[in-house]
């Protein structure tokens, strides 16, 4: 059922909201070629609804990847990386894998929701980001890393919230990096062991 659910959430994300947002956008570059206001009205009106239904969309996909009464770190994960983004066109494509729930201690738990919450800000509101990927893995290590086509690190961003999450890394015993990727874009990679050494 799970699987499913998983499948489900992914073409819904990967087929029906790309469309919908493509569609979005054809609409609304018809609109400033339209010269009567009574069209240009009913077009907005349309860019509009396909607005509401990619929201509608993106909180049926969060449903499906959490239960009712989940309150765990999966969902906190989930729920954080959809109100990072809210009210942007893009919908961070999501993979958790591991035992999220059950390993992870609850200070650790608590940083790793703070650095997905500010590394999907980053990519979609300073980076300009189109597709933001994040995955989270947990094995010997915590490994958070998002992954988005923006424009990159600016030579002048200014680095505190980098630094605010570079010491979260650091204070859980991990490190963060942070580099360019090709053609465009950043990969951010927040990584801490589960397992301190005695």
């Known amino acids: 059922m799970f699987a499913d659910r998983d499948r489900i959430a992914r073409d819904l994300h990967d087929h029906v909201i790309q469309r919908l947002f493509a569609t979005g956008l054809q609409l609304q570059s018809t609109l400033r070629r339209v010269p009567d206001p009574a069209a240009q009205e009913r077009i907005g009106q349309a860019v509009a609804d396909l607005d509401a239904t990619i929201r509608q969309i993106r909180t049926a996909i969060f449903d499906l990847h959490t239960a009712a009464d989940d309150t765990g770190l999966r969902r906190k994960l989930l729920q954080t990386a959809s109100e990072a983004s809210s009210g942007l066109a893009v919908s961070p494509a999501v993979r958790i ?9 609850a200070d650790v738990a608590t940083h790793a929701v703070a650095v997905v919450r500010e590394a999907i800000s980053n990519a979609v509101r300073h980076g300009h980001a189109a597709t933001v990927t994040l995955t989270v893995d947990v094995g010997e290590d915590l490994v958070v890393d998002v992954l988005d086509d923006g424009v990159g690190i600016p030579e002048d961003v200014g680095f505190s ?4 999450l570079e010491d979260r890394a650091r204070e859980c015993g991990g490190r963060l990096s942070v580099h360019r990727v090709e053609p465009s874009g950043t990969r951010l990679t927040w990584r801490v062991p589960l397992h301190q050494p005695e």
């Open 97 to 105: 894998s591991g035992p999220v729930d059950t390993v992870v201690p």
């Open 161 to 164: 919230g980098l630094r605010n």
